[in-house]
T-cell receptor, first 114, second 110 residues
C-alpha cells in the first residue's frame, strides 16, 4: 500500500535553470497539495489541485512557479529560472474523498540552487 | 486569518521525562487539529488528530485534547524516549489547506 511518492528526493540546479518536481499521490487519492519548507521554518501552503484542476493557488509565487495534476500521471511542480531563494524542501500531500481533512505527506524533494 | 502558534524550541529532556509542547490557534469556524512529526531528512508523519471540541487524539503514547475554550491543542507524553527526538508541528485545516506552526524541536538524551 504505497504512500505518497516524490521524486527526485534531491535536486541541484544552477541559477536560471528549471526545476521539475514530481508527486504521485496515495493510490485512489485525487486531491494533491504542495507545501514549501524553508530552512528552520514550518511548511507553507502553495497550491491545491484536483485532477486537471487548480482549486487554490493562493500560496504560489506569482511568477516562475506553476503546478499541474493531469488526468494521467503524477502532479508536477515546475519552477522556471530558479534563484537561490528557491532552495527549500518541497512536500506533496494527498487526501482521498472520504476523509478530506487528513493529508498524507511524501518524503519531500530538497532543492538546492547553486 | 487562520494561524497556529507553538512554543519555540529546542525542548531538551532526559529519557523518561514528561513532555508538553504548547500549541494555540486562531481560526474561523471549527477546524480539525493535527500534530505531525518530522524526523531528520524525512517528510511529515501524522502523529494524531482531533476533529471537534473535547476530542482527544492519541498515538504512540502521545496525546492532545482539542480545547475550544482556550483555543489550544497541547501535545503531551508521559515518558519520552531517545527515538522521540524530532521536530513536532501543530497544524489546523482551513479551506482545504493545512496551516502549520513553526515547529518545535525535541531533543531527548539517554
Amino acid at each position: 500500500n504505497a504512500g505518497v511518492m516524490q521524486n527526485p528526493r534531491h535536486l541541484v540546479r544552477r541559477r536560471g535553470q528549471e526545476a521539475r518536481l514530481r508527486c504521485s499521490p496515495v493510490k485512489g487519492h485525487s486531491h494533491v497539495y504542495w507545501y514549501r519548507q524553508l530552512p528552520e521554518e514550518g511548511l507553507k501552503f502553495m497550491v491545491y489541485l484536483q485532477k486537471e484542476n487548480i482549486i487554490d493557488e493562493s500560496g504560489m509565487p506569482k511568477e516562475r512557479f506553476s503546478a499541474e495534476f493531469p488526468k494521467e500521471g503524477p502532479s508536477i511542480l515546475r519552477i522556471q529560472q530558479v534563484v537561490r531563494g528557491d532552495s527549500a524542501a518541497y512536500f506533496c500531500a494527498s487526501t482521498g474523498t472520504v476523509d478530506t481533512d487528513t493529508q498524507y505527506f511524501g518524503p519531500g524533494t530538497r532543492l538546492t540552487v547553486l | 486569518g487562520n494561524s497556529v502558534t507553538q512554543m519555540e524550541g529546542p525542548v531538551t529532556l532526559s529519557e523518561e521525562a514528561f513532555l508538553t509542547i504548547n500549541c494555540t490557534y486562531t481560526a474561523t469556524g471549527y477546524p480539525s487539529l493535527f500534530w505531525y512529526v518530522q524526523y531528520p531528512g524525512e517528510g511529515l508523519q501524522l502523529l494524531l488528530k482531533a476533529t471537534k471540541a473535547d476530542d482527544k487524539g492519541s498515538n504512540k503514547g502521545f496525546e492532545a485534547t482539542y480545547r475550544k475554550e482556550t483555543t489550544s491543542f497541547h501535545l503531551e507524553k508521559g515518558s519520552v524516549q531517545v527515538s522521540d527526538s524530532a521536530v513536532y508541528f501543530c497544524a489546523l485545516t482551513g479551506f482545504q489547506k493545512l496551516v502549520f506552526g513553526t515547529g518545535t524541536r525535541l531533543l531527548v538524551s539517554p
